[in-house]
C-alpha cells in the first residue's frame, strides 16, 4: 500500500495531522532566518534607480552563466568560454533550451560543484502533460519564495497570514461524498480547499467552512476561485464577512475569472507568475502594472506571431542544475508602460489558459496537468473528453514507458477525478498541433456548467 493510498484510509483527523507535519517540514524549508534577509534585501531592491537594477542584474547574470561553463557538462560541451559572454548582449550566444532538451540530457544539466546536502529535488509540469524532475538548492528556493512574499507585503499581507488555499493538492480523497472538503496546514497557515469536490452540490458546503473560518486571505488557481465565485452566483450564495486580500498564482487569470471573483468576494484580485524552474517572474503592483522581477532572472521576450512574445528566461539563483535562456512554453503581451523605471512591464499574460473536464457528477476539474507531474517517460500527452462518462489520454511515449507509468497515471487520475469516468490511454506516435504550432493539452467536446456564465463575464 503506498503512502497516498494509507493517507486516504486515515480518518480526517489524522488526515490533518499528516497535512501539519508536511506544512511544519516546508516551513522549516524555506522560512528561515536566511529567508528573512532576502525577503529585507528584495524589498530594498524595489526602491532602487534603473541604473542599479541593470547593474545588478548583469552582475548576477555573469556569475550565472560563469559558473555553469565551468561546472555544467551541457554548457561546457557547448565550446562557449568564459570570456565569450562578458556581457548581458553576449547572452544570444548560447542555445535556448526547453523542457524536451532538460529531460533528454537531465545528467549534463548537474552542477558538479555543489553539496549534496544544498540540494532539494523538484519536479514541474507544463501545457504538454510532460513531467520534469529537476535539481534545486535550498537556497534558491529561499530566493524564490523572498520574491513571491515580496509581491505579497506590496498589498499589506502579513508574512505567515492564515489563507484559504484553492490549490491542486489531492488533500481530500476523491472518493470522500460528504463534507468537509478541506484540510489544515497550520504550520504554513493553510485552510487548504478540495478543487476536486467542488460542484452545485457541494458549494453550500465550502461556503459554510469559510463562513466559520473567515480567513482575510484567498490565494490559488484562478480557476478554482472563479468556479466557486460563480457557483455562489448560482445558488444564491454568499460570505457573512468580506476577505481583505486575493491573489492568484500558478495559472493566467483570464478577464471573466477576474470580474466573477470580485464580483462574489468583493476584492480586486491580483496575480504573479512564476514557476517551479524560476526562470522568470513578474508580478502586479497595485497599480495594476504586470512588472518583470528584473532582479530575479534574465527574461527575454522573443517575437512569437507579430503579437504575442515567447517567454525564455535565465535563473540566477539555481546553481545546481542551472537553465540558461529556458523557453517557458508561455506567451505574453509586452508593454511600453514604463511606470516604474529599470522595471519592465507586459500588457497580458496569454500562455497556459488551461482548460478543463467535467465529471460524471458535475465537479469541474481544471490544472490536470499536475497528473504528469512524475511521469518521466511521457513525452507529451492529451486529454480529449467525448462525454462526461469517458476520458481518452493520448501518449506519446519515451522509450521507457511501460505498464508501470499507465498504472501510476491512471492511479493519479482515480485520486483527482473518481472512479465514475472511464479513462482510455491510447499510445501515439505524435499529437496534432494546432494551426500556430501549440498542443493543446485539453480537448473538451463537454459543455462546461460555468460557460453560461464565462459568456456573460466576458
Known sequence: ???????????????????????????????????????????????????????????????????????VPYYAETGIRVKDVRSVEDLHKLPVINKENVRANRSKFIASNVHKREIVHCHTSGTTGAGLKFLSTRDAIRE?????????????????????????????????????????????GQLMLSAYHLSGNTVSSYVETLNRRQPKWFHGYPSFMSTLAQLMVENDLALDYSPKWVTTGSENMLDHQREAIYNAFGVTPAQSYGMSEAVANISER????????????YTEFVPNDGHSYRVVGTNFTNLAMPLIRYEVGDLVTISDDDRMTGWRTVSTLD?????????????????????????????????????????????????????????????????RIGSGTLVQFDIVESIEKTSRGKLRFVISDVKSPMSLSQTCCK
Open 286 to 297: 497595485p497599480n495594476g502594472a504586470l512588472t518583470v522581477d528584473e532582479d530575479f532572472a
Open 144 to 188: 524564490q519564495w523572498a520574491v513571491w512574499w515580496r509581491f505579497r507585503s506590496t498589498y499589506g499581507i502579513p508574512l505567515h497570514e492564515t489563507c484559504a488555499y484553492f490549490g491542486g493538492r489531492s488533500v481530500v480523497p476523491v472518493q470522500q461524498a460528504k463534507p468537509p472538503y478541506c484540510r489544515f496546514n497550520i504550520p504554513c
Open 1 to 71: 500500500m503506498n503512502a497516498e493510498r494509507i493517507y486516504s484510509s486515515l480518518p480526517v483527523t489524522l488526515q490533518n495531522f499528516v497535512c501539519c507535519i508536511k506544512g511544519l517540514q516546508i516551513r522549516r524549508q524555506r522560512y528561515d532566518a536566511r529567508f528573512l534577509a532576502l525577503l529585507n534585501e528584495a524589498k530594498n531592491r524595489v526602491k532602487w534607480t534603473g541604473e542599479q537594477v541593470a547593474d545588478y542584474q548583469a552582475e548576477r547574470l555573469m556569475r550565472f552563466v560563469e559558473h555553469a561553463i565551468k561546472n
Open 351 to 415: 500562455g497556459r489558459q488551461e482548460d478543463s473536464i467535467v465529471t460524471a457528477n458535475g465537479s469541474v476539474v481544471g490544472r490536470l496537468d499536475h497528473i504528469f507531474k512524475d511521469a518521466v517517460n511521457v513525452r507529451e500527452a492529451q486529454i480529449y473528453q467525448p462525454d462526461t462518462s469517458r476520458l481518452i489520454v493520448r501518449i506519446v511515449p519515451e522509450r521507457n514507458y511501460g505498464a508501470g507509468d499507465e498504472a501510476a497515471l491512471r492511479q493519479e487520475f482515480a485520486s
